[in-house]
């Protein structure tokens, strides 16, 4: 079992800047891949960003060069770095959590960027 707690969203004009936070419960290096899928209303669900236990990290064309993910190992804790934000990018952001063939899921963080 994987318990992941995301934080850091709000509310942010267009060109700002947010990070958002995503602690699990595991050591994360046991965990393969982490990743952030944002979902906006009346729209699937999309990858955003990921991150394997090697480093190797993976973007959505739509964000590459706006957005970084990353990791701080000794926290258990994954980011996403999101700058020059577009209203665009307005969503609900939920963590994954890939662990023994098995995939979990955060509770979610709203991001709304206003024009």
């Known amino acids: 079992q994987v318990q992941l707690v995301e934080s850091g969203g709000g509310l942010v004009e267009a060109g700002g800047s947010l990070r958002l936070s995503c602690a699990a419960s595991i050591n994360i290096l046991s965990i393969n891949p982490m990743a952030w899928y944002r979902q906006a209303p009346g729209k699937q669900r999309e990858l955003v960003a990921s991150?394997?236990?090697?480093?190797?990290?993976n973007y959505a064309d739509s964000v590459k060069g706006r957005f970084t993910i990353s990791r701080d190992i000794a926290k258990n804790t994954v980011y996403l770095q999101m700058n020059g934000l577009k209203p665009e990018d307005t969503a609900l952001y939920h963590c994954?959590?890939?662990?023994?063939?098995?995939?979990?899921w955060g509770q979610g963080t709203q991001v709304t960027v206003s024009s």
């Open positions: 994954y959590a890939g662990h023994r063939g098995i995939g979990y």
């Open positions: 991150i394997t236990s090697t480093g190797i990290t």
